[in-house]
């Protein structure tokens, strides 16, 4: 239920008590509550919110602002790295919420020049944000000529409850099975650059049988393409009365994918949680897929070393 922009209230007595939670908060507006938010049961048991709040580029000095902003917007799943030099910044915005941390999802990553000391470069991202414990910690890139992926996951299959949970980001299906074949812990999530014109099905089908969640990064193509000009976007978006952004959104979620768009603005923010009240049709979905043309936007997993 979307409580922006109510006038006069005649609502239902929920719809009541939130209104007053609202005045109470000083007028914050939460679109959309945390409770609704779908999650994502992982390999090891534990649970992902799907839809989350990705921080790639937030600048470091707007970072506690712009994570705060999420937080009030209702997002409790918060995606950043090392190499994103924020995570003081997502840390700092978290403990002044006074949200319960175990109510919080927080992933963070190692950087691939890291491998050689992982621990290290796990504690220091542990520092940064303050915190006892990350909810998923990840493997930046696979940096394969560098040939020692392996070598810094069996330090992340250590980690036990500091982590709790590990995965990957950007590996292809022969580092997945090269990772899976030489170590003990099957990764929980495979978090890759997937849009509706870049799909990586092959990816997709290597983590799926391997028992792995997909994380699109990326999601929104980065800005990098005019989602205006895809009709099959377009045409959703006017047939539900959504945004292109909200289209395409849904279209991750009813993939099954966990998707963690990223803005500084804060009605964006909104905008991009308010898309749990319409479905787009098998038809929408399959013409969406169909838009699938290999743009890749970022770098390809074996260029990063
Ligand atoms: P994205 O697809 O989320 O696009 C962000 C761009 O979309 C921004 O320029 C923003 O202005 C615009 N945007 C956001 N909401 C909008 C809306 N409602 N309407 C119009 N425009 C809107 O790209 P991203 O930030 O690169 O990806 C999301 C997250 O994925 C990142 O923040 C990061 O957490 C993660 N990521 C991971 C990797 C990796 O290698 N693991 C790489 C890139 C990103």
């Known amino acids: 239920m979307s409580i922006v922009g109510t006038g006069n209230f005649f609502g239902s007595p929920e719809e009541e008590r939130d209104r007053?939670?609202?005045?109470?908060?000083?007028?914050?507006?939460?679109?959309?509550?945390?409770?609704?938010?779908?999650?994502?049961?992982?390999?090891?048991?534990?649970?992902?919110?799907?839809?989350?709040?990705?921080?790639?580029?937030?600048?470091?000095?707007?970072?506690?602002?712009?994570?705060?902003?999420?937080?009030?917007?209702?997002?409790?799943?918060?995606?950043?790295?090392?190499?994103?030099?924020?995570?003081?910044?997502?840390?700092?915005?978290?403990?002044?919420?006074?949200?319960?941390?175990?109510?919080?999802?927080?992933?963070?990553?190692?950087?691939?020049?890291?491998?050689?000391?992982?621990?290290?470069?796990?504690?220091?991202?542990?520092?940064?944000?303050?915190?006892?414990?990350?909810?998923l910690f990840l493997l930046h890139w696979p940096a394969p000529r560098n040939n020692n992926f392996v070598?810094?996951?069996?330090?992340?299959?250590?980690?036990?409850?500091?982590?709790?949970?590990?995965?990957?980001?950007?590996?292809?299906?022969?580092?997945?099975?090269?990772?899976?074949?030489?170590?003990?812990?099957?990764?929980?999530?495979?978090?890759?650059?997937?849009?509706?014109?870049?799909?990586?099905?092959?990816?997709q089908e290597a983590s799926k049988a391997a028992g792995i969640a997909i994380e699109s990064w990326g999601p929104l193509g980065q800005g990098k393409y005019d989602l205006s000009k895809e009709a099959p976007i377009a045409a959703a978006a006017r047939s539900h009365g959504k945004t292109l952004a909200q289209v395409v959104i849904r279209w991750h979620l009813q993939h099954g994918f966990i998707v963690f768009p990223k803005t500084v603005n804060p009605e964006r923010m909104r905008e991009n949680l308010d898309v749990l009240d319409f479905e787009l049709t098998a038809e929408e979905m399959v013409a969406i897929d169909n838009l699938e043309r290999g743009a890749r936007g970022g770098s390809h997993p074996n260029d990063i070393n």
């Open 20 to 135: 007053l939670v609202q005045a109470l908060q000083g007028g914050k507006r939460q679109t959309t509550k945390p409770a609704e938010i779908p999650t994502v049961r992982l390999n090891d048991g534990n649970k992902i919110p799907q839809l989350g709040f990705g921080v790639f580029k937030v600048d470091p000095a707007e970072t506690e602002r712009v994570v705060s902003e999420a937080l009030e917007a209702g997002y409790r799943h918060i995606d950043t790295a090392a190499f994103y030099n924020n995570e003081e910044g997502v840390g700092r915005a978290i403990a002044a919420s006074g949200i319960p941390r175990e109510e919080l999802f927080v992933t963070t990553k190692l950087w691939p020049t890291r491998f050689d000391d992982a621990e290290a470069g796990f504690n220091e991202s542990l520092e940064k944000l303050g915190m006892e414990y990350v909810d």
């Open 151 to 203: 070598q810094a996951w069996k330090v992340l299959e250590q980690l036990g409850e500091r982590a709790r949970s590990i995965g990957v980001c950007n590996f292809l299906p022969e580092h997945l099975r090269q990772l899976i074949d030489e170590t003990t812990i099957v990764p929980a999530v495979n978090q890759f650059e997937l849009h509706p014109a870049l799909q990586q099905r092959d990816i």
